[in-house]
């Protein structure tokens, strides 16, 4: 009349829970495929098929274990942008947490990218840390500009999307007295 499958989530191999869990049942036999969805990545699964009639259940099949593919970790979550000199050479700090989901793989590395708002066209400045490091110095920074930083954390599965904070940097004192200073006098009064 059909088939039951049987769906058992394994780590290292070994069932996770102490019942096999019943996933689909196809009430075609004349169906020989199903999809299952719903899976997790980086998850070992195992599966069991079994045909069933009137008569009842017949045995199932031995269990066919599958490894499923992984996906990028969620994005960092930042927590601070701190100047670390207010005089030029301007330098900042990002700090950052983890990503909340990383699917059971280490994180290999953090990338960040960042760029004065109003530079339209120009590329991006581009650092890459450790995955074990949780903070980046910024350098090349402008006085008087805000900037766009984008932080992802990488994987051996890809890239997570970025997390976005703004900097603002100070605009400074000037740093010399005014050139080419003019004035008029004219009917009792000067004019700069």
């Known amino acids: 009349m059909g088939y039951y499958i049987f769906k058992e989530k394994l780590l290292n191999g070994e069932p996770v829970e102490n019942h096999v869990q019943h996933e689909m ?7 020989f495929h199903a999809t299952i969805t719903g899976l997790e990545p980086n998850t070992e699964y195992a599966f069991r098929v079994c045909a ?18 992984g996906m990028p970790p969620s994005p960092p979550r930042p927590q601070s942008v701190t100047m670390l000199s207010d005089d030029p050479p ?5 700090d950052w947490q983890p990503p909340e989901i990383t699917y059971n793989q280490p994180i290999n ?6 760029r004065p708002i109003d530079s339209f066209g120009s590329g991006y400045e581009k650092l890459e840390v450790p ?3 949780t903070y980046a110095e910024l350098t090349k920074l402008f006085m008087g ?18 997390a976005t904070e703004k900097l603002t940097t100070s605009i400074g004192v000037p740093d010399g007295e005014p050139l080419n200073v003019r004035y008029d006098i004219s009917a009792g009064q000067v004019r700069f």
């Not at 049942?25 to 169906?31: R, T």
């Not at 069933?52 to 593919?69: A, H, I, S, V, Y």
């Not at 301007?90 to 990002?94: D, N, Q």
């Not at 500009?145 to 970025?162: F, P, Q, R, T």
């Open 25 to 31: 049942v196809i009430a075609d036999p004349n169906k």
């Open 52 to 69: 069933f009639n009137l008569q009842g259940d017949g045995e199932r099949t031995p269990p066919k274990k599958m490894m499923t593919g």
């Open 90 to 94: 301007l330098r900042a700090r990002i």
């Open 109 to 114: 590395a953090y990338t960040v990218y960042y």
């Open 131 to 133: 995955g074990t490091q």
């Open 145 to 162: 500009k805000e900037y766009e930083i984008l932080v992802s954390a990488g994987n051996d599965d890809g890239w997570s999307s970025n």
